[in-house]
């Protein structure tokens, strides 16, 4: 397996390009299946979620078109990646296995798409990041209150419906992004009116509702907790562009602050940002807009600040390791209480490996700062605990390895040249096996 080395203390300055979001992307992808036409997204990044979704809808029987070139036979992930375009004309089978599914837990999002156009979906219970149980039940109480008849079965869900779905009144009692995305997928082609309620705010999910109504769905509410889907009986092509990620934008936020340094984030929306945003400027950060993005410059010392997780707008878990090991090095003591999921403090051992000072006391996490980490040889968990040690490193003193870099890979590209280009000393170490 790959690792990155990093040896730390040079403040970051430049420009990095912010590329399109893989959570908008994913569900973006699976939208292909529910039109015979072609459907075209730009701006998609080159991740190993993306080849996994990829290559989930290749085994469906998705044709792709990458960049100009047709991968029928399977993606690589090779080439840019920033354009592609899917058909799903010929669906040559309803079954998503195990095999691919194991790799990403984001895959059960088929599962919508494919009960709506063909009535039928067999899918592997998901895999992916072990940062908690994120159950699928919620998935299956939207595709039941729609008519399916669902059994799992070998650790597949199987479902089936005669006919069409129908509309339905789904009322999730938690908020679910997952859920939220899968259920507004299949009630586009559902019979009558679907409206969903306590529906996710995020943002990337009114990148998939504002794509499926260019497609020809009908949808209201969209940014509010109450879609309301009035079904049709086809929906058509799209050329469609992915927003900017959200959280690669506010990781190299904190990348410039942690290390003393100033970045430009070229595409970065502050609109979607603004949680992030008001956390690092209580830290001291100063960040403001530009033509092109945010500029973001560190402040003179870092401020210890208190904060918690939870669903859009506010703060984002997925911005919450980060966030802790810029607090590791902040004048005082902070605190974070994570509110999404229950085993997202894996970073913290790590971390302490780097000399932080963190106490753990269930959800909550207690940092004192200190005035320096230092190099050690780290372990990635997870996609986010796996960027906060690169951050950790890039402000540490002396030489820092982090192993099991593959987790990086899948929410962040070449983060290596990226960082690199704006003065990081980071190298990626090949595996020669």
Do not use: W
């Not at 996710?200 to 509410?221: N, Q």
Request: net charge positive; hydrophobic share 45%; aromatic share 4%.
């Amino acid at each position: 397996m790959d690792s990155i080395k990093i040896i730390g203390g040079s403040p970051l300055k430049g420009k990095i390009e912010i590329g399109g979001a893989k959570n908008a992307a994913l569900p973006l992808m699976a939208a292909a299946l529910l039109t015979d036409e072609q459907f075209s997204l730009s701006n998609v990044p080159t991740l190993s979620d993306i080849t996994t979704m990829a290559n989930l809808l290749v085994s469906l029987g998705v044709e792709f078109i990458v960049d100009g070139s047709v991968r029928n036979g399977g993606y690589n992930g090779s080439g840019t990646g920033r354009s592609l375009i899917l058909k799903a004309d010929n669906i040559t089978d309803t079954t998503a296995h195990y095999d691919i599914v194991r790799k990403m837990r984001a895959s059960v999002i088929v599962l919508g798409p494919l009960l709506a156009r063909f009535g039928k979906a067999r899918v592997s219970l998901p895999g992916g990041c072990a940062i908690g149980t994120r159950p699928i039940d919620l998935h299956i109480m939207a595709m039941e209150k729609m008519g399916a008849k669902i059994k799992l079965r070998d650790g597949y869900i199987e479902a089936g419906v005669k006919g069409r779905l129908k509309g339905a009144e789904i009322t999730f009692p938690i908020i679910s992004v997952g859920a939220t995305e899968n259920a507004l997928l299949a009630a586009t082609l559902a019979e009558g009116k679907t409206v969903i309620k306590n529906a996710a705010l995020e943002p990337e999910v009114s990148d998939l509702a504002m794509c499926l109504k260019e497609m020809g769905a009908d949808i209201k509410g969209i940014g509010t907790k109450k879609l309301v889907i009035n079904g049709v009986e086809k929906l058509n092509g799209v050329n469609h562009k992915v927003l900017p990620d959200r959280i690669e934008a506010g990781t190299f936020a904190i990348a410039a602050a942690i290390t003393g340094g100033e970045l430009e984030l070229l595409g970065a929306n502050a609109e979607t940002m603004e949680a992030t945003i008001e956390a690092l400027r209580k830290t001291g950060a100063k960040i403001e807009e530009t033509e092109k993005g945010i500029k973001v410059v560190a402040g003179e010392k870092i401020r210890p600040i208190n904060i918690d997780t939870s669903p859009y707008p506010g703060y984002a878990t997925d911005m919450q390791a980060q966030l802790s090991a810029l607090l590791c090095l902040a004048e005082g003591t902070s605190t974070i209480k994570e509110n999404i999921f229950e085993n997202r403090f894996m970073h913290v051992p790590e971390l302490t490996r780097m000399g932080a000072k963190i106490k753990l006391s269930g959800n909550k996490m207690k940092i004192n700062g200190i005035e320096k980490l230092h190099g050690a040889t780290v372990m990635a968990t997870d996609l986010r605990a796996s960027v906060s040690l690169v951050l950790a490193a890039l402000a540490a003193e002396g030489e820092t390895i982090i192993n099991r870099v593959y987790h990086i890979d899948r929410g962040y590209e070449r983060i290596e040249e990226k960082l690199a280009a704006c003065g990081a000393k980071i190298v990626r170490l090949r595996d020669k096996n």
